[in-house]
């Protein structure tokens, strides 16, 4: 591929990414949002978690029709869609008077989310070439840990008060000085414009295209933007196989499928039970506990934010040479080491020493290269195509499922069994992830998505589990 079309793939990723941005924006802002509205309104430990998890319940219901409408109008305008729904959020949100009502809009952003969640890394896998798919799909990780230390960043600024010299009318001082929370929830309507104008510049996914009968228009975007001929993605299975093979979830039931679609479940489900959002959502609360205070623990935050953002390059740079396989091995492997051992840090008092911040930056390290980007990367290219966005949208399901329980229990655990032993309970899922992946992922890199497709039948006469 010529420096001129990566170019171009490149631009076009960064783009559909933003919607990774607004998705961890969104995920993290809760964390500095949180402990604010707790003490504003007196929240109980369930109230907290439901605040919490409300734009989780949105996440749900949005990825819940994601895979019929990116199915049935294609990629791109469902991810406008999204745009506008980010938008409405963060200035309801900001300026809604009840906190009802601003539960409502978070519920109205986690739809958007829930969408983006689905069709972005579908989208950036349908344009991506073979042998850099995999970094391509890590690039929306990527905007997600950046967007996470983003609302880390924009969470202590605004705490730290750095907007009321600037902030002169009634409305304005009571959203970002009086009300803190409500500053730090609506600056999400900035990336969100950003993101609604970037995608009335990309193309529509050509496969899409290609799959719809739209054959020209398809193979002129892949040559325009990979340089590719329909040739080359094997044009054949693009546009007979795919025509003559009917869009439903009954296809994922069929034996060449079953293995796709279990670890297109588990591994979402590893993800969100690995404990990352407990730190996300959590994280002041912990460190709190531990005796540190507000302004401090979002400092810390801050540096999470950074090393889970800066991690996140390794998978970028080792994902297509190393592979899916290896990579969520030793991440997994690490992730449990190092959350038993922060847990050990709470258990004996070890809360103020340096070793609890190098538990939890390991961990961070081994999620940011492994676990959190997998689950996009192996997902979006595990299911054929006729059914990749329903396919997909299921084990985004399954993820958003997963997240919504974690925001609930989380606040429990830490009141019922303390923050060390809440740190072993992800410990041990991450355990079941080694052993899982160990047994039943296979190796993808450097495969197109119809070779992949074709492997799958290959392995349906195979037992699910084996090595």
């Known amino acids: 591929m010529s420096k001129q079309k990566k170019t171009s793939v490149l631009l076009i990723t960064l783009v559909a990414s933003l919607g990774g941005f607004l998705f961890g ?13 707790q003490k504003q309104f007196a929240l109980s430990a369930s109230q907290e978690g439901w605040f919490v998890s409300s734009a989780l319940v949105g996440c749900i219901i949005g990825v819940a029709f994601s895979g019929e409408l990116s199915d049935r109008f294609g990629r791109k305008k469902p991810l406008i869609l999204t ?80 907007s009321a010299q600037h902030v002169n009318t009634s409305a304005l001082s009571s959203i970002f000085n009086q ?4 500053g730090m929830l609506g600056m999400g309507v900035l990336p969100a414009v950003l993101f609604l104008f970037g995608l009335l510049l990309i193309p529509e996914s050509p496969r899409w295209l290609i799959q719809k009968g739209r054959t020209d228009e398809g193979s002129s975007i892949i040559s325009s933007i990979t340089g590719q001929s329909l040739a080359e993605i094997n044009k054949d299975q693009l546009t007979t196989e795919n025509n003559n093979t009917k869009s439903s979830y009954k296809e994922l039931f069929a034996p060449s499928m079953r293995k796709a679609l279990l670890i297109g479940i588990l591994l979402p489900l590893f993800s969100q039970f690995s404990g990352i959002n407990a730190i996300i959502y959590y994280g002041p609360r912990i460190l709190g506990n531990a ?10 935050q801050i540096i999470f934010g950074l090393a ?16 899916r396989r290896p ?58 195509g006729a059914i990749r966005g329903r396919a997909l949208a299921i084990s985004i399901m399954v ?48 495969k197109s998505l119809e070779q992949i497709e074709n492997d799958w039948k290959d392995e349906a006469d195979k037992p699910v589990f084996f090595h």
């Open 25 to 37: 924006f969104d995920m993290a802002v809760i964390s500095g949002v949180l402990p604010l509205v």
């Open 83 to 162: 745009a506008v729904l980010f938008v409405a959020s963060a200035l309801g949100c900001a300026l809604f008077p009840d906190l009802s009502g601003v539960i409502a809009f978070r519920v109205l952003g986690g739809i958007g989310i829930g969408i983006a969640s689905n069709v972005v890394p579908l989208y950036i896998s349908e344009i991506a070439p073979a042998n850099i798919r995999g970094r391509l799909v890590t690039y929306y990780q990527f905007a997600l840990t950046f967007g996470i230390l983003v609302a880390y960043l924009s969470n202590a600024a605004l705490l730290n008060g750095i």
């Open 179 to 182: 009300e803190v929370w409500r």
């Open 291 to 300: 005796g540190i205070s507000l302004s401090n623990s979002l400092i810390s």
């Open 308 to 323: 889970n953002m800066v991690f996140t390059l390794f998978a970028i740079w080792k994902v297509d040479s190393w592979g």
């Open 327 to 384: 990579l969520y091995l030793y991440g997994t492997a690490g992730a449990a080491i190092s959350l038993i051992l922060t847990g050990i840090c709470f258990y004996f008092g070890a809360t103020s020493s340096i070793w609890l911040l190098i538990c939890v930056l390991a961990f961070l390290a081994c999620f940011a290269c492994s676990i959190g980007p997998l689950k996009f990367v192996v997902a979006s290219e595990i299911f054929p």
């Open 399 to 446: 993820m958003w499922v997963a997240d919504t329980i974690v925001g609930q229990i989380t606040p429990i655990l830490l009141n019922k069994i303390g923050s060390a032993g809440t740190f072993w309970f992800f410990s041990f899922f991450c355990i079941v992830a080694f052993i899982a992946v160990y047994k039943i992922l296979p190796e993808t890199k450097g």
